[in-house]
């Protein structure tokens, strides 16, 4: 269905009126406007059900109640409570709004920070009266994880690894979307002194980047009335200018090492002892 050509002069007038209430919206990822807060119903619910954590970036048709915020997926189509007949044809309900296109998975932002400190090899005990140099293998493997946020709420998922490193942007993926784990082993000589025990610690730099899902909006459709004649359809999010939106409190991270321009983890060593107590008895 297309834009009812008796309705084209309302539906400028309403554009205008929306726009005039609307705030200024900063640009998204991809351009895409925050719509969390301008809606009745919950979006970081709505925006996690359409877009997933699977990367799908096919053709979807979706209908939202825009009053009750209920989300039915494209087997509603022409069916109660979502369509009614008028003069013996389909035509939306209205308080249902249709919306289709597809969803994006941009990167929003990415930071990164220093992990807590962790042993990395193996512990060695002087006994003797004096500090003495010993030799201590150290080894780190890279790690990865992914998680999904719904306003507020995070659940850990790991098949999204399956997708993230492909689809968020090019210039993060060094450091982050490690396709294999990186393994690092060396040998490091430290002093020890009398009577300690001594281990080495390592802090990595982890990366996190984050995806807002987005959705691309190719066709919204309306009808205020119920009658067949008075079907609004356009190309942008409820008629307001923007095709694209996300929900800000709906996201997924990517968290990994950082890596160094030699592909190998980015971390800090320190060395680490204590009184070695009954071990030298």
């Known amino acids: ?24 919206h900063a640009a998204g990822p991809h351009g895409a406007v925050n719509i969390r807060g301008q809606e009745p119903w919950n979006t970081d619910e709505m925006m996690a059900r359409v877009c997933g954590t699977d990367g799908d970036t ?23 409570p979502v369509w009614h007949k008028d003069d013996g044809k389909w035509t939306l309900q209205p308080g249902w709004e249709r919306f289709e ?37 150290r080894e780190y493997a890279t790690s990865r994880s992914y998680s999904h946020t719904v306003g507020g ?22 450091s982050w979307a490690i396709e294999n784990s990186v393994a690092v082993t060396n040998n490091d000589v430290i002093e020890i002194g009398p009577k300690k025990t001594a281990w080495i610690e390592a802090s990595p730099t982890k990366r996190v980047v984050r995806v807002n899902p987005v959705f691309k909006v190719e066709s919204y ?43 190998t983890p980015l971390m800090t060593f320190r060395k680490k002892d204590r009184s070695a107590g009954t071990e030298c008895d």
Request: aromatic share 14%; with cysteine; hydrophobic share 35%.
């Open 1 to 24: 269905m297309r834009r009812a050509a008796a309705v084209g002069a309302a539906l400028l007038g309403a554009v205008a009126s929306v726009f005039a209430t609307q705030p200024a």
């Open 58 to 80: 096919g053709y979807q048709d979706w209908y939202v109640n825009v009053t009750t915020g209920e989300l039915r997926d494209h087997s509603a189509w022409r069916e109660a």
């Open 101 to 137: 296109g597809r969803c994006e998975y941009p990167v929003a932002a990415s930071w990164t920070y220093r992990a807590a400190w962790r042993p990395i090899s193996e512990t060695r005990t002087n006994c003797t009266d004096s500090g003495y140099s010993l030799e201590l293998a």
């Open 153 to 174: 709420s995070t659940s850990v998922e790991s098949s999204i690894g399956d997708w993230f490193g492909v689809s968020a942007e090019a210039s993060y993926s060094y």
């Open 221 to 263: 459709t309306w009808n205020s009335t119920g009658k067949r004649e008075d079907v609004v359809d356009v190309t942008s999010w409820r008629g307001r200018g923007y095709d694209r939106i996300y929900s800000y409190g709906n996201y997924i991270d990517g968290v990994a090492d950082e890596l160094k321009n030699d592909g």
